[in-house]
């Protein structure tokens, strides 16, 4: 299992770009887990996901 951090801008560019990308992901590891979107610290606009994958 390996566990990814992907930090997006908090806008709706950014939100799209990462389904984009978990859709990359899908195509290619198994998602074991999805967190929910974590805000920034300190009013920074950028949001944090934690994705668990594993090789298909």
Excluded: C, H, P, W
């Amino acid at each position: 299992m390996i566990k990814i951090r992907a930090t997006f801008i908090d806008t709706n560019e950014g939100n799209k770009e990462l389904e984009k990308v978990i859709k990359n992901i899908e195509e290619n590891f198994y998602i074991l887990n999805k967190s929910k979107v974590y805000k920034g610290r300190n009013g920074s606009r950028y949001n944090n996901v934690y994705i668990d994958i594993q090789e298909k």
